[in-house]
């Protein structure tokens, strides 16, 4: 009947639990993150991505693409926003970024007016999450919730971009492994691929494809013979004509929609990876089902950018606030 001291023991067991936990839910990244130290700040990232929507509707692909390229590369950590220094060349000036990355003014607008706000509160990760999710919605895709609190890294190199990012060449068991590599099931590797229904490629991109794909044949047998040759005029062979670029969705290249998906089947994927889905069973029926169910897809996209978002993340006092997206704080 010696109850007191067992009660006293759980009673303790209980209290360093609430404690384990609230020290975790600190450092865990929350919707709604901001509602208290800065409420305006989805608002403001808002209004600064319509703007810039709005003057160049290509900005919403450029500024989806660059948060895949910030979470990929060392976690969702805005390394891809910073600058190179004479002693130090960033991700973004990768080939891989420079020169076809896109958004950053963007970025440094609306950090400006958060800045003027809420100084020193509102993460530069933060702001490109909200603004690749405000970037899918104004382009007819779902709106989700984006969970906030990433902190800003200090470190970016551009040797760290080619065994982080995919490469358009590469075939369907190198995707899935890379994107495994990120914690990604080849399902979600196929539904973020979708993020290709906006936005557009330089020819140098996918020009193997057409002039140079291996030692027996020049153009690639998968890609639809009269789409590649739209795609020579578009693209003439050895150009070196840097600014030439064509939209990757044929049918509706500002809209989030299946039209990927609607390509791929046409045997009009832009890239070998895009195309390559055709290539295994469970790859190519899900190719198939996105095209069929567009609502299915856009709800997976939505959850799947949820997760890339959570990648590798800073949290609680760990990286810093950037003053400035562009620079590490001194
Ligand atoms: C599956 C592996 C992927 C490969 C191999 C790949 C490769 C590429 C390449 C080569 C380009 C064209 C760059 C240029 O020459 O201008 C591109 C553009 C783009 N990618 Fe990906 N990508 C992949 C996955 C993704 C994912 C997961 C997303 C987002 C969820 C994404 C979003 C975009 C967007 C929106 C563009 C257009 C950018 C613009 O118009 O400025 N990509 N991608
Ligand atoms: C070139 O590509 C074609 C079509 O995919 C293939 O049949 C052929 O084996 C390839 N040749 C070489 C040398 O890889």
């Known amino acids: 009947m010696s109850t007191k001291k067992p009660n006293c023991m759980s009673i303790i067991l209980v209290l360093v639990l609430v404690l384990c936990q609230c020290i975790r839910l600190k450092a865990q990244l929350q919707v709604g993150f901001y509602a208290a130290s800065c409420s305006m700040a989805e608002f403001i990232v808002k209004d600064e991505v319509r703007k810039g929507v709005s003057s160049d509707k290509g900005m919403a692909a450029g500024l989806l693409r660059m948060h895949f390229h910030d979470c990929f590369v060392r976690g969702c950590d805005g390394s891809v926003l910073i600058d190179s220094t004479p002693s130090n060349t960033a991700e973004k000036d990768s080939p891989a970024n420079n020169p076809s990355l896109r958004g950053y003014e963007i970025i440094d607008n609306a950090k400006a007016r958060l800045e003027a706000s809420c100084k020193g ?5 933060d702001i490109l999450a909200f603004a690749a999710r405000d970037s899918v919605e104004m382009t007819g895709g779902l709106g989700y919730d984006v969970p906030g609190g990433r902190r800003d890294g200090r470190i970016s190199l551009a040797s760290d971009i080619q065994a982080n990012l995919p490469a358009p060449t590469l075939n369907v068991n190198q995707l ?11 399902e979600e590797m196929v539904t973020l691929s979708g993020g290709h229904t906006i936005g557009r490629s330089h020819c140098t991109s996918f020009s193997a494809r057409l002039y140079s794909f291996n030692t027996t044949v020049s153009q690639d047998p998968s890609l639809d013979p009269t789409y590649a040759t739209q795609l020579k005029q578009q693209c003439p062979q050895g150009s070196t004509n840097p600014n030439l670029v064509v939209p990757m969705d044929t049918l509706s290249p500002s809209t989030t929609d299946v039209g990927y998906y609607r390509d791929i089947l046409a045997n009009k994927g832009l890239f070998g990876s895009d195309q390559t889905l055709m290539t295994n069973t469970a790859t190519a029926n899900q190719v ?6 567009p609502m299915l897809w856009s709800r997976n996209f939505a959850d799947a950018m949820v997760k890339m978002g959570r990648i590798g993340v800073l949290t609680g006092n760990n990286g ?11």
């Open 121 to 125: 509160v509102v993460s530069c990760a």
């Open 176 to 186: 899935t492994q890379m994107f495994a590599n990120k914690g990604f099931t080849q």
């Open 288 to 293: 198939n089902q996105n095209v069929r169910n």
């Open 320 to 330: 810093e606030i950037r003053a400035k997206c562009r620079v590490i704080n001194s």
